[in-house]
């Protein structure tokens, strides 16, 4: 046996097409690019040698990760301060990554050196932000 050949499907009756050939080594091992997050592939490997290409195996899956969802965008329309508190709303990011979003985090800091401290977790688009110092600013 010389290499494996390894073909790919989105279904594990096929249809199937090639996606890379592993040559015999030590690592035996291939990269197989263009594949979509959050999505289950089917691959099955045969050995190749002078006389031809072997039987497939049976197919195994694999899932590839989720992306990182886009950030979302303010509604500075929708923003309102008081003399220690503002009301935040934001729009839910365009591109979720292909998976839903579970939750917003927003941080806020004073100075530019000072470091950002958690002041919403959940999944609301818009909180309300308290406790805060008059006259100081905030990112």
Known sequence: MTSLIVQSSSSSDGPWSYAGAITLSPS????????????????????????????????????????????????????????????????????????PITGYELYVSTGLSNPFNLVYQGLQTSTAVTGLIQQTVYR
């Open 28 to 99: 035996n091992s291939t990269i197989i690019t263009g594949l979509s997050p959050s999505t289950i592939y089917y691959f099955r490997i045969a050995g190749e040698n002078a006389m031809g290409i072997g039987f497939f195996s049976n197919p195994s899956s694999l899932s590839t990760l989720p992306q990182q969802p886009g950030s979302p965008s303010p509604s500075a329309s929708e923003m309102k301060s008081g003399f220690t508190n503002i009301s935040v709303k934001w729009n839910a990011p365009a591109w979720t990554g292909s998976s």
